[in-house]
């Protein structure tokens, strides 16, 4: 069983930038992983996905602002966020699965989350 520990959440000002890190307890190489984030009240939602081939899906409200990338030699997924925007305010969860789920919330293998809050 995959377990995901995410890291690099924070508060920040509109407009700033962070980088999010998922490390994985196993080797990764194959496996299809995503970003997920989920604000107060509302549903969780997919925000960034990337296959084994490293072919990358980002949801409109992102696309341009946030970068999916893996190091498979290091098992970590990272989620680089430039131009955040209060809205962007929510716990972001990595996910992982051995089949393409894309942005779809029905990945097998969970991290606990990471806060990430921008103040305008």
């Known amino acids: 069983q995959v377990q995901l520990v995410e890291s690099g959440g924070g508060s920040v000002q509109s407009g700033g930038s962070l980088r999010l890190s998922c490390i994985a307890s196993?080797?990764?190489?194959?496996?299809?992983m995503a970003w997920f984030r989920q604000a107060p009240g509302k549903e969780r939602e997919g925000v960034a996905a990337?296959?084994?081939?490293?072919?990358?899906t980002y949801a409109h409200s992102v696309k341009g602002r946030f970068t999916i990338s893996k190091d498979s030699a290091k098992n970590t997924l990272y989620l680089h966020m430039n131009s955040l925007k209060p809205e962007d305010t929510a716990m972001y969860y990595c996910?992982?699965?051995?089949?393409?789920?894309?942005?779809?919330?029905?990945?097998?293998?969970w991290g606990q989350g990471t806060q990430v809050t921008v103040s305008s």
């Open positions: 996910a992982a699965d051995t089949r393409n789920w894309m942005l779809l919330d029905i990945y097998t293998y």
């Open positions: 196993e080797y990764t190489y194959g496996y299809y």
């Open positions: 990337i296959d084994s081939t490293g072919s990358t």
